[in-house]
């Protein structure tokens, strides 16, 4: 069974760090990468995609693919109490449009 | 350009009475799909539309839910009757599949379902 595995958390991080969230996939053919951001009674925002390994930054976020080690991880640099949220991490596999979906990590941005 | 619209943002009803949520993908966005979310979980896909073709809906339970999207633009889905278990935050999200882009999914605001 195609498994998407992120640690539940919660993350605490104090303001200006880096947080680093990791996301681990057991399908060794996904091909796309997704990083959700949901805030608190809200919809999933995606904030980052990637699809080829190493890394691909936009703004404050960074995104890391390792598809040897099937692992993707998102990094937020200068944390701001804004980020807290539950990030979730999701995976389609190729030729496939179905998105599996890790049940997210809560990262707490403490001031 | 507007996001994925849904409603009623809210609905709260008896066990064993009908309920109806709509959505309206973004303009262009040929593929949609509805997901029920649970606390603490991810989505989980009920249906998936290409266009008017449900291209899969093996989760979606037959004996209560049914969705419909008659000219593939904007999408119902129905669940009668409703089960003390379908409370949840049904999503309805679209992406446009059409060549070899990235085909991400961009959600609505989502309805929460409280069954009584």
């Known amino acids: 069974q195609k498994e998407v595995e992120q640690n539940s958390g919660p993350l605490s991080v104090p303001e200006g760090a880096i947080a680093s969230l990791n996301c681990t996939y057991s399908d060794r053919v996904s091909q796309s990468f997704f990083w959700y951001r949901q805030y608190s009674g809200k919809s999933p925002e995606l904030i980052m995609s990637?699809?080829s390994n190493g890394d691909k930054e936009d703004g404050r976020f960074t995104a890391q693919l390792n598809k040897a080690s099937q692992y993707v991880s998102l990094l937020i640099r200068d944390s701001q109490p804004s980020d807290s949220a539950t990030y979730l991490c999701a995976v389609r596999g190729r030729g496939n449009y179905q998105l599996i979906w890790g049940a997210g990590t809560k990262l707490i941005i403490k001031p | 350009e507007a996001g994925v619209v849904q409603s009623p943002r809210y609905k709260i009803i008896e066990k064993k009475q009908p309920v109806a949520f709509w959505c309206n993908p973004i303009?262009?966005?040929?593929?949609l799909y509805w997901y029920l979310q649970n606390l603490g979980q991810g989505p989980e896909l009920l249906i998936r539309y290409e266009n008017e073709e449900a291209v899969d809906d093996s989760q979606l339970p037959k004996d209560r839910f049914s969705a419909e999207r008659l000219k593939g633009v904007d999408s119902t889905l129905k669940i009668q009757p409703a089960e003390l278990g379908d409370s949840a935050v049904y999503l309805c999200a679209s992406s446009s599949n059409r060549g070899s882009g990235p085909n991400e999914q961009f959600f609505g605001p989502g309805t929460r379902l409280t069954v009584l």
């Open positions: 990637i699809y």
């Open positions: 303009s262009g966005h040929n593929t």
